[in-house]
């Protein structure tokens, strides 16, 4: 359900920042029928033209970004020269050093700037002068010791829009509270609600905090100001709370709570495991099933597969769940997984095969929509990627550059913004850029 109202989210202000941009820059050919102009003759991408100042390092700022590099943004990379986002050398858990940053940062460019350096601070603001957006994750306070904070840059450049992405927001009694996803969740409540049922809070298998939290809620936040500057003409500081953003996926637990008064229990609510006919049910062969039957006609359905027609009307008896549920676990057994995939086959219902990920990357809906995409890397080949989950009809997002390497572009963006190539040569004798 959060995935369905995340991509209705995005499609809704991508197509409302095209309309608006081809409406402001575009208004005497829209207006002549004759033309034909569609999307694609007046933009390539619904982001083509907006530059963006990457400052992030890790996950959250990465896909953030990476999102709007895949629908037309000039997205520049800026890194620390010789160390790099640390992404690119982060193991954590995985053989391959930097597998992170290399699912994470394709359509970009890389720079290599130091900008505690007068001269390389120098050359952020003349970046500035000229772009759209900068976003960045430091703790607040880092950039104003930079002195690149928002309000320093806003004078060079009225139209900017400055995104910081941070654990828990530019003000308020955490805000430089060290943190992490873990830690964002668990005080959003979100941790607390996750788990089985009389056991610890668990652990989720994605980054819920950084990635729906952060990247998520970054995008959307630059749009919606991106969207305001075209009535205003000007910027604004757009400030994402990675514990802010966590807290705003808990309609569901916050409404049980209010309604009841009491703290919803882990494994134990509508959704989460009170319910025989929403349920992972473990098959034959160690197999996994998830069951979501919550419509009556779903269940109906299912108990008819499962031979127990005389469980239907127990479909929502609380005291009567604890008996369904062992019922149904005692089926699901009897059968390996692809037994009960064969009878479900065709029946109007709610059930899916929990899947590893090598199972996802080859699913058919999965390569039907075109979910998994690669691009040419050069010292790796061929790179597997999620491909961009927006789906446009005009103006689609696509990969069309891999990650960079580190200050691969420094020279090329120094001299789009007027450096020649003597002083590009001096600032790396100097060390204010990487070495070339």
């Not at 109202?5 to 409406?23: K, T």
């Not at 943004?73 to 992404?87: S, W």
């Not at 790396?428 to 990487?434: C, K, L, R, T």
Request: hydrophobic residues 40%; proline residues 5%.
């Amino acid at each position: 359900m959060i995935a369905d109202c995340g991509l209705g989210i995005w499609g809704l202000w991508f197509e409302c920042f095209v309309l608006n941009s081809i409406l402001a820059d575009k208004k005497s050919a829209i207006r002549n029928p004759q033309s034909a102009i569609r999307y694609t003759d007046i933009f390539m991408k619904p982001l083509d033209g907006i530059t963006v100042l990457d400052l992030t390092r890790l996950l959250p700022g990465a896909v953030a970004t990476m999102m709007l590099g895949d629908f037309g943004a000039n997205v520049i990379k800026i890194e620390e020269p010789g160390v790099g986002d640390p992404a690119r050398q982060s193991r954590a858990g995985i053989k391959q050093p930097g597998a992170y940053f290399l699912a994470t940062n394709r359509n970009k460019r890389s720079i290599a700037i130091n900008l505690k350096q007068p001269a390389g601070r120098e050359i952020f603001l003349k970046l500035v002068e000229n772009a759209d957006v900068v976003v960045e994750g430091f703790r607040p306070g880092v950039m104003d010791r930079l002195r690149l904070d928002y309000e320093t840059l806003k004078r060079i450049n009225s139209r900017l829009v400055y995104c910081a992405i941070t654990g828990y927001g530019q003000d308020g009694p955490y805000r430089e509270k060290a943190g992490h996803d873990i830690n964002y969740i668990s005080i959003a409540g979100l941790l607390g609600v996750n788990g089985v049922k009389g056991g610890p809070p668990t652990i989720p298998g994605v980054q819920i905090a950084d990635l729906a939290g952060g990247s998520m809620h970054a995008v959307i936040g630059i749009l919606l100001a991106l969207q305001a500057r075209q009535r205003t003409g000007e910027g604004q500081m757009v400030d994402v709370s990675m514990m802010d953003g966590s807290l705003a996926m808990m309609f569901v637990p916050f409404a049980a709570y209010l309604a009841n008064g009491t703290q919803p229990k882990r494994g134990a609510e509508g959704l989460t495991g009170r319910y025989a006919c929403y349920h992972i049910y473990e098959t034959k062969d160690g197999r996994f099933l998830a069951l979501g039957a919550l419509e009556s006609k779903f269940w109906e359905n299912a108990c008819r597969v499962l031979g127990r027609e005389d469980l239907i009307e127990k479909h929502f008896v609380d005291d009567q769940q604890a008996e369904c549920t062992a019922i149904l676990s005692e089926i699901f057994r009897t059968k390996t997984a692809d037994d009960w995939l064969r009878a479900f086959d065709g029946v109007d219902t709610c059930i899916a095969l929990v899947k590893d990920i090598s199972e996802m990357i080859d699913d058919p809906q999965v390569k039907h929509r075109g979910l998994i995409a690669e691009i040419d890397f050069p010292a790796l080949g061929r790179l597997k990627q999620i491909a961009p989950t927006v789906k446009l009809s005009a103006t689609p997002g696509e990969l069309q550059s891999p990650p960079p390497l580190l200050g691969e572009h420094t020279s090329e963006v120094l001299r789009e913004i007027g450096y020649t190539d003597d002083m590009v040569d001096q600032l790396a004798a100097e060390g204010v850029i990487g070495k070339l």
